[in-house]
């Protein structure tokens, strides 16, 4: 029983340092992850060669690499192990932006009005990058799996109940179809999220004040149908304090590097 928790007392989100409890495997939804991700790039078109193309692709490395660095520092980097960092824009009008666990980062072209520029668009990629190495979909997904099959193991789900263990998967990490199939991140895990993706694209030589700005933007697009973006990670004033609260420490890691 000590020993147990002894190794349940190792998992420390990064920045904030909240213990998280009941994490599944990360190596096994990592692998699932992967064949998501890959039947995604399929069904989708991937657009390459364009400069927004490439500009996701260098505010990706730059961000992921600032995320490493950080995790180092810490002694945090197994929280990253098995990473191959991958960055995709895809066409469609959907206002959406996920990263997977592994690496697997997708930024929907809907999303890009709203980001306007670099630095935009480094408050979104490092938002979710935080959420996949804050292993918030991993918690999710436990969660989910707890509710819906009472703790089993996940590896023995996908083998009895592969579809449901997929569309589990599938809400738990924002990648659903259909909106009102998703799971909103908890207002804990988006104040995290934010956190984090402020010191990374601070780390990164991005001034994090360019976070309040975009969610300005993000909220008055939300008037009129809610974006799949919103319906998981609301934006409200609430939200813009918070973060202006923030935007003293993560300049910290802004200023360190210039
Ligand atoms: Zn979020």
Redesign the pocket.
Known sequence: MILIAGLYACYRVPVTGRKQLNMLPESELSAMALTSYKQFLQNSKVVSGTNDARQISSVGKKIAAAAQRYLKLHNQSNRVHGYTWEFNLVQSKDINAWCMPGGKVVVYSGILPITKDEAGLAVVMS??IA?AIARHGNERMSQALLAEAGGIALSLYLQQKPSQANVLFEQAYGLGISVGALLP?SRL??TE?DKMGLVFMAMAGYDPTEAVGFWQRMQKASSGNVPAFLS??PSDEKRIENIKEFLPTAKKYFKSIK
């Open positions: 938002h979710e959420h991140f895990q988006e999220a998981t990670h």
